[in-house]
């Protein structure tokens, strides 16, 4: 990363004509270390750690994460104000329940990149775990008294404040060993990997994308990307349809 972004500063430093040489160039840049492989759940195990999430206090994360596929960063971003728990079911059409992901914990609250700020629709099982979510932060905010720091966020610590990456994956890891999965194995970024292999093995891909990704990256995303998170995917013996609303 170092190495790219002196490469690209003297680049642009040469067509300004403040260097004549590119050094950087003759500089070997070290070979990183290769990446960690990615996977995803299959249908039944996603359907085990749903269960085995029931009563935990990130019960409501780990369904939006498997049913709705925003990202970690986003989740722990995500305040009350982005979420409409009703929708308007009188309209013409009728618009649903919707979450809102238009921020994350990344430097200056930006999602990865502009195009990735999108609005979700909820699933009921989604509906009904931020509705019980929301009442026991309630409970927990009273409980907190003069402590508790008012943030706005769905996902908070038990004094309102931002949760970190750590806690996310300490508390996830307690609940995939409860499903009875290899909890160091998991990370939370990859229950977004597996929403995204349990849609792509029962809709089309480009279908898929639009919930992860908005037009026109969903089409771009769906010819690109689609093949890379089918991964360890939903073998053929549980192949009945996706995850229960």
Known sequence: MIHWILNRSVRNAQVRDKVKRNVVTLCDAPTGRQ????????????????????????????VLSLLVGARTEELRALTWAHVDLVGKPDAEPAVSPTVMVW???????????????RTLALPARCVDALQTHHQRQEATRKAAGSPWQEHGLVFASRIGTPLDSHKVRRALRRILAKAELPAADWTPHEMRHS???????????????WIVAPPPTAIRWSQETASTYRIRSVPSQVRSGPLSP
Request: zero cysteines; glycine letters at 8%; hydrophobic letters at 40%.
């Open 35 to 62: 990446g960690r492989p990615s996977k995803a759940l299959t249908l039944a195990h996603a359907e085990a750690v749903l269960n085995a999430a029931e009563g935990a206090a990130l019960y409501a994360y780990v």
């Open 103 to 117: 921020r994350s914990v990344r430097g200056g609250g930006e999602t990865k990149t502009s195009k990735s700020r």
């Open 195 to 209: 929403v995204v292999s349990l849609l792509s093995d029962t809709l089309r891909a480009r279908a898929s994308a």
